[in-house]
């Protein structure tokens, strides 16, 4: 009865250690081996991020702002068309012709930036915080995400206007 009972504990012990080590293994997308066969997905695929942005996403928000940046002199900003404890950091990039704002977001919330008006004395640009689904459960923190907007041309000694859009 005592040999039973070893012989049963080890058992249970390499069923165990087995299900520990099967949580690396997952069926790759598109496999045709969703009938329980599992493999090993490798840990470089191709949804690893392009450099400079967090998601792979082109133009997606990201924390810092692009190495050789140059920062917009706050004689050329105007900033008053946003809440008080709103960022007001804004750089140029690529000649001038890439803005680089410093955005506000929370929760479930991305901050998006759009090109809305360019003319030959400003750059009007709308900052907005889209909101994620309702229902869904968000943190409540704040983050401060770069975010790059194109340009039609450089900046150059434009006045760059930022706006909060709700």
């Known amino acids: 009865m005592r040999y039973l009972t070893n012989v049963i504990g080890l058992g249970l012990i390499v069923v165990a250690v087995s299900a520990c080590g099967a949580q690396n293994q997952a069926v790759e997308p598109g496999s045709g081996q ?9 840990p470089s695929s191709s949804s690893a991020p392009a450099p400079g942005s967090q998601s792979g996403v082109p133009n997606a928000p990201r924390q810092e702002v ?49 090109a809305a008006q ?3 004395t400003r750059v009007t640009v709308n900052l907005t ?29 434009r006045t760059v206007v930022l706006k909060q859009m709700r």
């Open 129 to 157: 915080e889209l909101k994620g689904q309702t229902g869904q459960m968000c943190t409540m923190d704040i983050r401060y995400p770069v975010i790059s907007v194109t340009l039609a041309a450089p900046l150059g000694e």
């Open 66 to 114: 692009p190495e050789g940046s140059t920062r917009v002199p706050d004689k050329q900003l105007d900033a008053s068309g946003l809440p008080a404890d709103y960022p007001r950091e804004v750089h140029t990039s690529n000649g001038g012709t890439i803005l680089n704002i410093r955005g506000q977001e929370g929760g479930c919330g991305h901050a998006t930036a759009e």
């Open 34 to 42: 969703g009938s329980g066969n599992l493999s090993t997905v490798p």
């Open 118 to 120: 360019q003319d030959g």
